[in-house]
């Protein structure tokens, strides 16, 4: 057994040689730690004792599609891409408390009816884990519980009890005797995972891990921990908010453009099949600065509020935040709006804040940033039943975005009774029942036409 140091950047997961200031992968600064690798003698043997499997030609390879199952839960098995798949690995990670334990418990309920589910807990005992699921009322008699961080005897009782579906949490707390590094450590972390994922694809066993994330909001653990897995959620939301918001930053198996929307209640997470019935509660009406804008996030158009508060500063630089919507944007927005709009707003504090969590990442919502900024500088506020859908160019034109259409339908069946769009690029775009569509060349037109 021989045993070496190596440097570790606990940013990104980099190996160096030797210890340095700067992570040259990532840049980050005062990241790089030591670890004691150990490394076993001879040829290296599988974690989970199987043996090696022999390679086929692909024509003999079986083509059917993947198998998938439903969670019982409609919106994790949209952010999976329509359910999970057997003989995946899913990485599950969120900030601690957010509902991780939560939501991979509340599934048992539903899946424990036709298949056996292990639930292993490096964080809980068996009888703290039957007094959460009592709370959640989870009950089946093909559920299992096993409060253990050794992973050899975790696959030991994998072997013996033949399960569907193996649930780890987390990923941090479990190791491997072989591996000398404590437990949390990125060898640990990396070859619990390899050893995980054999398990997976070598006996078409489903495994959910649950992974911690660092103060950055990255899972914690090496980057490559993310590239071995098929599949990985994010679990966002607010310590003050009873929202969850669930999207995919992977998947082997499906888009990652999907999200999930759940509410944390006492009985566990519900679902929100309408996010913008959600995102729209508790909109002020008459107040100027607000104005609603679609987004689609995968194949779902969400409305989103966009509040924006534009006021004179009194010091030589004025100060821009946003919160929602990317900065840089934001700021190109104020210059056309300056140099197009006919607004003088180069000497004004603008913030920009996108309600309920969403971040509104495509252009799409510049028209109703730049309304909700005009609104806000001229103190007056846009009719509560208009909402604004076009990207915004340099020149102050505005132009057509994709899946207008569905856009619409959805602003209608929420009740909006008037929309902004481009004038370019929609003449095939039919208006929906109750709607009155108002094509507009640029952001002039379309300010004044709204103030």
Known sequence: MKSKSVFYCTSCGNETPRWQGQCPACGAWNTITEYEETKMPGKRQSATGNAPRRAKPLREVESGEEIRFSTGLGELDRVLGGGGVKGSLVLVGGAPGIGKSTLLLQICAFLGRTQKILYVSGEESERQLKLRADRLRVQSDNLFVLSETDLSSVIETVNELSPDILIADSIQTLFLPQNTSAPGSISQVKECTLALMQLAKGGNLTVFVVGHVNKEGAIAGPKVLEHMVDCVLYFEGEQASCYRILRAAKNRFGSTNEIGVFEMAGEGLLEV????????????????????????????????????????????????????????????????????????????DAYINVIGGLQLDEPAADLAVVLAIASSHRDKPIDAGTTAIGEVGLTGEVRAVTALQQRLSEAARIGFTRCIIPRSGTQHIQSPDGMELVRVRNIREAIEITL
């Open 273 to 348: 099949p309408n996010p913008s019935q959600m995102l729209l509660s508790g909109r002020p009406k008459g107040a100027p600065g607000t104005c609603v804008a679609c987004a689609m996030e995968g194949t779902r158009p969400v409305l989103a509020e966009v509040q924006a508060l534009v006021a004179r500063t009194s010091f030589n630089v004025p100060r821009r935040t946003t919160e929602g919507f990317d900065f840089n944007r934001a700021n190109l927005l104020l210059a056309v709006i300056e140099k197009r709009g006919g607004l003088n707003i180069g000497m004004c």
